[in-house]
């Protein structure tokens, strides 16, 4: 799946991806391919994206928003990340 990964100073991660794990309002979850269309408010704690080809990168987000849109792609805005 397409991730995209943006906060307000730059762009944190654009790639390929099998899985995206986050905290959210509701819970722990994990995005994985094909996930069906979803809207989520982030809460802090830490962000992993499981990339297909450098393996794991993790971020450290204070908050934000999750978007899973059709056609197998998701964006994440985040108040900061390192």
């Known amino acids: ?10 762009i944190l991660y654009e790639g390929e991806a099998s899985a995206v794990n986050c905290r959210t309002q509701a819970g722990e979850i994990t995005v994985l391919n094909h996930h069906r269309p979803l809207i989520s408010m ?29 056609g197998n792609s998701v964006r994440i805005l985040v108040e900061s990340g390192i």
């Open 1 to 10: 799946m397409r991730v995209a990964i943006y906060s307000l100073e730059k």
């Open 42 to 70: 982030l809460v802090p704690g830490p962000l992993r994206v499981t990339d297909t080809t450098k393996g794991d990168q993790w971020f450290e987000v204070k908050g934000g928003f999750l978007e899973v849109e059709p």
